[in-house]
């Protein structure tokens, strides 16, 4: 089970796939159930303002502002979840 609002949790891009995946659920009532890590957000059928939206939830639910929100055109699910990562991993190194 994902733990939420901790900075200490162990935020790897397996679990924020999965946290990607209800957010998305969450907001948009779109089951991801059968999304894999390289679904790209365009085939999910989210636009790039969608996937801020997601994004801005994600920051809400680990506690952490992203600082750096660097993705590639269309990206895929690993892609926002490394992202994330990186971002998790920097604030932890600060």
Avoid: C, H, Y
Wanted: aromatic letters at 4%.
């Amino acid at each position: 089970m994902l733990q939420e609002n901790s900075m200490d949790a162990r935020w790897t891009e397996e679990n924020i796939i999965e946290l990607l995946k209800k957010t998305v659920f969450d907001t948009f009532d779109i089951d991801l159930s059968d999304a894999t890590p390289q679904t790209s957000v365009s085939d999910i059928g989210l636009d790039s303002m969608a996937v801020l939206d997601v994004i801005m939830t994600v920051e809400d639910t680990i506690g952490i502002k992203l600082g750096r929100i660097e993705l590639p055109k269309n990206p895929s699910l690993q892609d926002v979840a490394a992202m994330v990562a990186r971002n998790v991993e920097a604030r932890a190194n600060e």
